[in-house]
């Protein structure tokens, strides 16, 4: 359980990350979908790549937000288990970037408060297509994008779709 004296948010996994923030987006098919993919793509990885994917999850999964119209609603078990972060991304304070798990994945921080970006997706429909479309890639042949080198890759990603 959650510790009292930090009711907001906990770096720890517990019930109340499980349980109001996984348990009711995987009961949405897309949703698990999702998972599924980013799970299916690390099977036979290399170190590296299931690095790139473990940062796919974790802006997805864990930090993912939603286009619903013109509202921009959360969906990751870390927004909506924890109500200091929900709130913090309701009120628009962070930078908002489209999902792309073709590119390098920022740093992921979660000790240093709320995340700084979130990942949005337009649909969960484009999002399943994108990481179906990603997933396909690397069981295609394709490498993890180099961390170093964001030209390199675009490059790549270019080629790959």
Same mark, same amino acid.
């Given at each position: ?89 309701? %009120? ?5 970037? $489209?999902? #792309?798990?073709?590119?390098? &994945?920022?740093?992921? *921080?979660? +000790? ?26 690397? %069981? ?5 994008? $180099?961390? #170093?080198?964001?030209?390199? &890759?675009?490059?790549? *990603?270019? +080629?790959?779709?």
């Amino acid at each position: 359980m959650r510790h009292a004296s930090k009711p907001m948010y906990t770096p720890e996994p517990d019930v109340v990350h499980e349980l109001i923030g996984h348990v009711p987006m995987l009961a949405d098919p897309v949703f698990a979908d999702m998972v599924q993919q980013i799970g299916e793509a690390s099977l036979g990885a290399d170190e590296k790549l299931v690095w790139h994917l473990t940062k796919v999850y974790w802006y997805t999964v864990e930090f993912g937000v939603v286009r619903e119209g013109p509202d921009i609603k959360a969906f990751g078990s870390g927004i909506l288990s924890s109500y200091g972060e929900l709130e913090y991304m309701g %009120k628009g304070l962070a930078e908002l970037a $489209p999902l #792309d798990p073709f590119k390098p &994945q920022p740093k992921m *921080s979660y +000790k240093d408060g709320y995340q700084k970006r979130y990942f949005v997706l337009d649909t969960f429909e484009s999002g399943l297509k994108q990481l179906r479309d990603y997933a396909d890639y690397l %069981k295609a042949g394709g490498q993890a994008p $180099p961390a #170093d080198s964001k030209a390199k &890759q675009t490059e790549a *990603s270019m +080629k790959a779709r």
